[in-house]
T-cell receptor, first 111, second 115 residues
Framework: RKEVEQDPGPFNVPEGATVAFNCTYS??????FFWYRQDCRKEPKLLMS???SGNEDGRFTAQLNRASQYISLLIRDSKLSDSATYLC????????????FGKGTTLSVSS | NAGVTQTPKFQVLKTGQSMTLQCAQD?????MSWYRQDPGMGLRLIHY???????DQGEVPNGYNVSRSTTEDFPLRLLSAAPSQTSVYFC??????????????FGEGSRLTVL
C-alpha cells in the first residue's frame, strides 16, 4: 500500500460549487499533515496544515480522522483560480522525518 | 528574498554523463530535501537532510548522491545519467522542529532530459 493515496480526479466543477478531496495514509505514527497546491508547471506551495481538531481558512476546510487515517479538504464556493492540483502530504519515512506526497488530485473549475 | 534557488533550470544530458543539480537556501533552514516529479507518479522523495553532515535516503535514492557540508547548500549528483532520470527535480527546505519538517519551501524546479 502506498504511504499516501489520493483520488487523482480530475474533478471538473462549475464556479460556486463545493468540492471535497480525500486522502488516506498508511503510517499510523504520522503526526504532521498538510495540503499543498501546485499550479501547472510550478512548484508546490503550502495551502494549509491539518490539525486534529480540524481547521478552516476562508473557503477551505481541512479535517483529520486519525482512527481511519484519513484527511480531507473541502473547498466551498469554488473560483476559477482554484483550478490546480492539490497534494496531500504526511510525515513518514523510516524515522518519520520525511514528508511524503500523494500523487495529487486535479481540480478544474469552469465558468 | 531569494528563498530556495535551484540551478540549472533546464539541462539536457546524454546517457552516462554525470552532473550536479545545485540547491541553495538563505532562510537558515535545517531541513532540505530533493524530490522528483514524473507524470502520474507525483512527487517522490530522493534524499533529505536534517542538518549539515546528516543525510538520509528517501523513496527513490538509486542513481543519486547528496552531501550537506553547509546549512545553505544541498547538491544532488547524478552519477551516470539514464533516460529513466528524465524528470522535474524540486529542492525544498524547511525549519526542522525536532520531530518532523514544517512548511516546505520549494525551488522553481530543474527540468532534466536524458537522451
Amino acid at each position: 500500500r502506498k504511504e499516501v493515496e489520493q483520488d487523482p480526479g480530475p474533478f471538473n466543477v462549475p464556479e460556486g460549487a463545493t468540492v471535497a478531496f480525500n486522502c488516506t495514509y498508511s503510517n499510523s505514527a504520522s503526526q504532521s499533515f498538510f495540503w499543498y497546491r501546485q499550479d501547472c508547471r510550478k512548484e508546490p506551495k503550502l495551502l494549509m496544515s491539518v490539525y486534529s481538531s480540524g481547521n478552516e481558512d476562508g473557503r477551505f476546510t481541512a479535517q483529520l480522522n486519525r482512527a481511519s487515517q484519513y484527511i480531507s479538504l473541502l473547498i466551498r464556493d469554488s473560483k476559477l483560480s482554484d483550478s490546480a492540483t492539490y497534494l496531500c502530504v504526511v510525515n513518514g519515512g523510516r524515522a518519520g522525518t520525511a514528508l511524503i506526497f500523494g500523487k495529487g488530485t486535479t481540480l478544474s473549475v469552469s465558468s | 528574498n531569494a528563498g530556495v534557488t535551484q540551478t540549472p533550470k533546464f539541462q539536457v544530458l546524454k546517457t552516462g554523463q554525470s552532473m550536479t543539480l545545485q540547491c541553495a537556501q538563505d532562510m537558515n533552514h535545517e531541513y532540505m530535501s530533493w524530490y522528483r516529479q514524473d507524470p502520474g507518479m507525483g512527487l517522490r522523495l530522493i534524499h533529505y537532510s536534517v542538518g549539515a553532515g546528516i543525510t538520509d535516503q528517501g523513496e527513490v535514492p538509486n542513481g543519486y548522491n547528496v552531501s550537506r557540508s553547509t546549512t545553505e547548500d544541498f547538491p544532488l549528483r547524478l552519477l551516470s545519467a539514464a533516460p529513466s532520470q528524465t524528470s522535474v527535480y524540486f529542492c525544498a527546505s524547511s525549519y526542522y522542529r525536532g520531530v518532523d519538517p514544517g512548511e516546505l519551501f520549494f525551488g522553481e524546479g530543474s527540468r532534466l532530459t536524458v537522451l
